[in-house]
């Protein structure tokens, strides 16, 4: 096995997965799983700056060192992450919380579930022995994102989410993911969602820190498919401890005419990375992603989206904005890939950035990979300040400089947050902005 040159945190992984391997779910095949997406994880290394889709996103010099796998949460930990999950609730939703990577069935919401809607921990379903079809989708060796083999390989829990044909869930499922630990501590969880033929659902996905708990990493994987003529709504609010590493990957399959909407604000964290990989696998399907960053200080905010259209008349729209002061770091890679195949494609990705500072920096990067002759696809980018008329205009009428400037950031960001399509989760997107907006008043 043609293995890279480990750095030291590159060993200290190697320690890690040794030692939590026989507290880690899932015995036979699943444990076979787990050793080969280490070894995938080995071949590949810890992202740098010379792999292209890690270019502006070096784990090795941001990553300097490898926390403890976070043991169980005892008493003290759930309330904690009690007060947390309270603090930021989302009224009429189902909540399944995590706390340090351990589903906690006292805090999340298991009964009186929708007919045809199936939730179980994926502890729960490793250990009883289900091998087959589950890990096979849920712990599949991904050869490309080295931080999802390794998620795959260290995962401790998560949950498993079916929803039968035929279903339109009337109620949002709201997956929490709260760091409770008040010593550094790493959490490595997965979840996978499965929706059949004729569906409805929405999904929320939260990040959280509890008192306490500050130098913190989260890696996270999502694994998302999604049936002929079903429909997928996606929100994802990271607002992590500011000192906290958020390594997170989502990977999404659409059958023949389904709908996947997906919007994402991240506002907290001291590096965060998204990574999603999108695929039309079936004809018809459409897709719209949208996304803000909105940080400051020294965060460093990576979100890079991987669009495969691999079949015929599929349509996907990208919208991104960031917002970035003081020396805070924005990235947003978009490419767009079209197979020989998928004649009829309409693909279109455009990305903004706002700079409220000399020193804050925004690196935008759209792509275009185009293999058919039939489409229509397009991609734009900007980087700017915000304009000095219209500030000068609103402070001329009375209004303090940070207020008019509020004005302005809440105008801009409001194109990517209006195409959440609940009213209820885009007040709950907005609020969050605004808890932004407020702190740097």
């Not at 590159?10 to 095949?29: E, H, N, S, T, Y």
């Not at 279903?167 to 499965?194: D, E, G, N």
């Amino acid at each position: 096995m043609n293995v890279v040159a480990k750095t030291e945190t590159g060993r200290a992984l190697d320690d890690a997965f040794a030692v939590a391997r026989d507290r880690l779910p899932g015995k036979g095949k699943i444990a076979d799983q787990r050793r080969k997406a280490f070894e995938a994880y080995e071949r590949l290394g810890l992202p740098h700056r010379r792999i292209e889709d890690w270019k502006y996103t070096d784990l090795r010099a941001l990553m300097r060192e490898v926390l403890p796998l976070a043991p169980g949460p005892d008493a003290a930990a759930l309330n904690r992450a009690a007060a947390a999950v309270k603090l930021r609730a989302i009224d009429g939703v189902r909540r399944l919380v995590l706390v340090d990577g351990a589903f906690a069935p006292d805090l999340s919401d298991l009964g009186n579930l929708e007919k045809g809607l199936s939730i179980r921990p994926l502890r729960e379903v490793l250990d009883a022995g289900d091998d087959g079809a589950l890990s096979a989708q849920a712990f599949a060796t991904d050869t490309s994102n080295p931080m999802l083999a390794l998620n795959g390989a260290m995962a401790t829990d998560g949950v498993v989410v079916d929803v039968a044909n035929g279903t339109m869930l009337t109620q949002p499922l709201h997956i929490v993911h709260v760091a409770s630990s008040v010593t550094p501590a790493a959490m490595f969880t997965r979840s996978l969602l499965r929706l059949g033929r004729d569906t409805g659902v929405t999904l929320v996905e939260s990040y959280l820190a509890g008192e306490g708990a500050k130098a913190y990493q989260t890696h996270d994987g999502l694994i998302v498919a999604i049936g002929d003529n079903a429909r997928l709504d996606h929100v994802r609010l990271v607002e992590d401890s500011i000192e906290a590493f958020n390594i997170s990957s989502a990977t999404v399959s659409l059958g023949a005419y389904s709908h996947f909407n997906t919007f994402g604000l991240t506002s907290g964290g001291h590096v965060s990375r998204y990574q999603l990989t999108v695929t039309c696998a079936g004809e018809g399907s459409n897709v719209e992603t949208n996304g803000v960053n909105l940080i400051n200080g020294k965060q460093h905010a990576d979100t890079t989206l991987f669009m495969d259209h691999a079949v015929p008349h599929c349509a996907s729209r990208e919208i991104f904005r960031a917002v970035v002061d003081d020396r805070a770091h924005s990235v947003f890679q978009g490419r767009i890939i079209v197979r020989p195949d998928a004649q009829k494609t309409d693909a279109k990705m455009m990305t903004r950035a706002l700079l409220l500072s000399d020193d804050a920096e925004a690196d935008n990067k759209p792509e275009l990979e185009i293999f058919a002759d039939d489409v229509t696809c397009g991609h734009g980018a900007t980087t700017g300040a915000l304009d000095e008329s219209l500030l000068f205009y609103m402070r001329a009428r009375g209004l303090p400089e940070k207020e008019a400037q509020a004005l302005l950031i809440q105008a801009f960001v409001g194109e990517a947050i209006e195409t959440i399509a609940s009213d209820a989760l885009r007040e709950v997107a907005i609020a969050t902005a605004q808890r932004w907006l407020q702190a740097r008043a």
